[in-house]
């Protein structure tokens, strides 16, 4: 079955040591984003790539980076985890037509980050 | 700036009866609106979905909606819950453009008994 997959499910990272985040798909969708959701929270959006072109929420910290170096691939790599960084990251995906929208988005298991 | 409001944190229910999950919505644009449920350290699954067309939209697992324009709103419902059927309900709304955010609301939790 084509799905989101996100790896680790679970991450412990020592504060101030950076961490990286996978998500792959195989649904072939040229959207894919990262959402940060901390307990009892909705998800929040921190950025999203558009093929091959990177869309920074005006919000999301710095210390927030992402790399796609493929269309099936996306990493979050949080460069100096803070105790407040402590949240599940979800991935999602969409396919965006030129000239229309996406509408809905697929998003994988997540992975639930600690932070020590 | 679009928003989503869902009206009720907590739903408890005992199971078999009905039950209804608020969602109230504001936007300056046409919309696409969405509910997803998430279970327990699990993502989020879609549904159902308001495109266009028919405002009665019917998903997975026994749930519908309806859209109603005037209203603003968006409400989950479901004739007869299962105890399967706890966990957190999302409403969401989009302005549908690729990569555009999903905004969410703050989630329902439907807790159900037996």
């Known amino acids: 079955d084509a799905m989101v997959i996100q790896n680790p499910r679970y991450q412990v990272t020592q504060f101030g040591k950076p961490v990286t985040l996978s998500c792959s798909q195989t649904?072939?969708?040229?959207?894919m984003y990262w959402y940060q959701q901390k307990s009892s929270q909705a998800p929040k959006l921190l950025f999203h790539?558009?093929?091959?072109?990177?869309?920074n929420e005006a919000d999301t910290p710095d210390n927030f980076q992402s790399r796609r170096p493929n269309t099936s691939f996306c990493f979050l790599d949080i460069r100096s985890p803070g105790l407040g960084d402590a949240a599940m990251y979800l991935c999602?995906?969409?396919?965006?037509?030129?000239?229309?929208?996406?509408?809905?988005?697929?998003f994988g298991p997540g992975t639930r980050l600690t932070v020590t | 700036a679009q928003s989503v409001t869902q009206l009720d944190s907590q739903v408890p229910v005992f199971e078999e009866a009905p039950v209804e999950l608020r969602c109230n919505y504001s936007?300056?644009?046409?919309?696409?609106l969405f509910w997803y449920v998430q279970y327990p350290n699990q993502g989020l699954q879609l549904l159902l979905k308001?495109?266009?067309?028919?405002?009665l939209v019917k998903g997975i697992n026994g749930f519908e909606a309806e859209f109603n324009k005037s209203q603003t709103s968006f409400h989950l419902r479901k004739p007869s819950v299962h105890i399967s059927d706890t966990a957190e309900y999302f409403c969401?709304?989009?302005?549908?453009?690729?990569?555009?955010?999903?905004?969410f609301g703050k989630g329902t939790t439907l807790s159900v008994s037996s």
């Open positions: 999602a995906t969409s396919r965006g037509l030129l000239g229309t929208g996406s509408y809905e988005q697929y």
């Open positions: 649904l072939n969708h040229n959207v």
């Open positions: 790539y558009y093929d091959k072109d990177f869309n």
């Open positions: 936007s300056s644009v046409s919309v696409y």
């Open positions: 308001y495109l266009s067309g028919s405002t």
């Open positions: 969401a709304v989009s302005e549908g453009q690729a990569g555009t955010a999903l905004i």
